[in-house]
Every structure is written in structure tokens, then in C-alpha cells.
């Protein structure tokens, strides 16, 4: 029987028995994960890049002139930079079989932060939504600006929807880890 072996950053580390089934299981799981994320960052970095290109002439509405569709920019902008970080990790983690930060850091961090940015998803997408609905009237005139803004907060809302999704999935690793001691499922 093996020792331990000492984590990177000096700790020791149990050790734990895991099957061929249940690691692959574990990449099934992580590859699951990887696809919501995957699909969280290109749905929110259509939606700010929809909202970045709103600009129809100089007479027009200019999306940085509305405080709401600022919002909407910024928090689809900083989701996609979060996913695409996520992303990454998803991907070292199913080629190494070893998470980024230490594994309970790691579960935390993941479930932590995909609460935080689902929510500001989901506040900023409804800020915009209203904004739009107040803008009715001037629609009749710049009719691509509500169009566009309108298709942007729906990428944006879809967007939220994927990160709500792999949010489920690292509670679910949260869980296992305070049951089982380790995020892998049995």
C-alpha cells in the first residue's frame, strides 16, 4: 500500500480508493460541467458583444447612454471572462485527474462563485428587460436599437440559464464533498 502523498501546497492528504468506474464517472461528470460552462460563456459573450455593437449613427440611442444596458454589458462581459476561467479549470481537471486549487478550495470556489455571477446574471438581464419595456414608445423610431438590445437580454437571460445549470452541478460536488470527503460521487 502506497503513502500518502503530501498535496502541493505541503499538506498531507487521506487517502482515498477510487475505481476505474467511479473516475469515470468523475470525467463524465466534469465533461457535463465543461458543456454548461462552455455554453454559459458564448451566450454571455454574444449578449455583450450584441450590446457592445448597439449603435445605429449619431443621431440614434447609444446603448452607454442607459445605465441599465451598461449593466447588462458589464455583468455578461464579466460572466464570460468568469466561464472562460472555468473553463480552463474544467479542462485541467479531466486531463489531470487533480483540481486547480485544493479540493475543498476548488468545490467552494466553483459553487461560491457560480451562486454570485448567476445571480448578477439574472439582475442585470431583468434591469435590462424593464429598461426595454420602458422604451417602447421610442422604439417606433429606432426600431434596430430595441431589436438588438431586445436579442442581447435574451442571450443574456439563455446565458443565465447554463450557469444556473452548472451551479446545480458544483452544489452537487459540494455535497458529495461533505458527505463522502471527496467530490467524486460513489
Wanted: hydrophobic letters at 45%.
Amino acid at each position: 500500500m502506497r503513502a500518502p502523498q503530501p498535496h502541493r501546497n505541503g499538506g498531507e492528504t487521506q487517502q482515498h480508493f477510487h475505481s476505474t468506474v467511479s473516475l469515470q464517472k468523475l470525467k463524465r461528470f466534469n465533461s457535463l460541467i465543461l458543456v454548461f460552462r462552455f455554453s454559459a460563456f458564448c451566450f454571455s459573450l454574444a449578449s455583450a458583444v450584441f450590446m457592445l455593437t448597439n449603435s445605429r449613427g449619431s443621431d440614434s440611442f447609444h446603448w452607454y447612454n442607459f445605465d441599465a444596458f451598461r449593466y447588462v454589458f458589464a455583468a455578461n462581459a464579466i460572466v464570460a471572462v468568469y466561464s472562460l476561467f472555468e473553463m480552463s479549470a474544467a479542462v485541467w481537471e479531466i486531463s489531470r485527474n487533480a483540481t486547480l486549487f485544493p479540493e475543498i478550495c476548488q468545490v467552494w470556489f466553483d459553487f461560491g462563485h457560480d451562486q454570485v455571477f448567476a445571480y448578477l446574471l439574472l439582475s442585470a438581464n431583468s434591469t435590462g428587460t424593464e429598461m426595454a419595456r420602458t422604451m417602447k414608445d421610442a422604439c417606433t423610431d429606432n426600431k434596430p436599437f430595441c431589436v438588438q438590445s431586445g436579442i442581447a437580454i435574451a442571450l443574456g437571460f439563455v446565458g443565465f440559464l447554463f450557469l444556473g445549470v452548472s451551479s446545480l452541478f458544483s452544489g452537487f460536488r459540494v455535497v458529495c464533498f461533505i458527505i463522502n470527503g471527496s467530490r467524486i460521487y460513489v
